[in-house]
């Protein structure tokens, strides 16, 4: 047989060639889009919800006017907020839910979270409850070490919120220097306003360093 029959045969041949329906592919293509559809619903309701739950949170708090200097300051991403010692108790009302970008500036008047993309917000000195290493965050895990948890006080919750630094090797510093803007805030501090603007001796090794969100 020649090339030339063989390509005829091959043409003839009913199973080389492709069938398409058209309609059947349409339909399941329908079926997979309306899926999708109903899980970003169904999520978009749920974030809906906990947010209605989280309704008494009161609106962020602004940084003073005069915050005073410049203890630390570095970029790199927020992560989330969630209720303290609860990783998977995610906070989504007042923006707190949104991951962005930040900038981290820490002044002896508190914390104040630069967000370009989402809502800035700043946590006075008095508000803070802490700060230590953790690699967990609202259901998100990071290698160990990986992630700066910052405790405080917004209202009634005390939440933990989870930052990750451009350079992850200075989360001890911003653990350490939080804890003393924290203790020079606490009134039975009486000699706490040095430690506030005192460089840190030594690696820090405070009570908060942990494996996980508090």
């Known amino acids: 047989?020649?090339?030339?029959?063989?390509?005829?045969?091959?043409e003839g041949d009913p199973r080389s060639q492709e069938v398409t329906n058209w309609g059947e592919r349409l339909g399941w293509t329908a079926?997979?889009?309306a899926l999708v559809a109903v899980v970003y619903w169904s999520m978009w309701r749920a974030w809906r919800r906990r947010a209605a739950r989280q309704g008494d949170l009161p609106e962020l708090p602004q940084p003073p006017a005069e915050p005073?200097?410049?203890l630390l300051t570095g970029t790199g991403r927020y992560h989330a907020s969630t209720t303290a010692g609860e990783w998977l108790d995610r906070i989504v009302a007042r923006g707190l839910g949104t991951r962005s970008l930040a900038e981290l500036t820490l002044t002896p008047a508190g914390l104040h979270v630069g967000r370009p993309a989402a809502t800035s917000f700043f946590v006075p000195a008095a508000a803070l409850r802490g700060a230590g290493i953790g690699h967990g965050v609202a259901?998100?895990?990071?290698?160990?070490?990986g992630l700066l948890v910052v405790t405080w006080q917004h209202g009634e919750r005390v939440l933990d919120s989870g930052f990750r630094m451009d350079d992850s090797a200075t989360h001890e510093e911003w653990a350490d220097r939080i804890a003393r803007v924290a203790a020079a805030a606490r009134p039975d501090a009486a000699d706490a306003g040095a430690l506030a603007t005192a460089s840190p001796a030594g690696p820090p090794n405070?009570?908060?360093d942990q494996e996980g969100a508090r």
Request: proline share 12%; glycine share 12%; hydrophobic share 55%.
């Open 1 to 10: 047989m020649t090339l030339l029959q063989l390509l005829a045969a091959a």
């Open 31 to 33: 079926v997979m889009v």
């Open 68 to 70: 005073g200097p410049v």
């Open 139 to 145: 259901g998100r895990v990071f290698p160990e070490g």
């Open 206 to 208: 405070h009570p908060h």
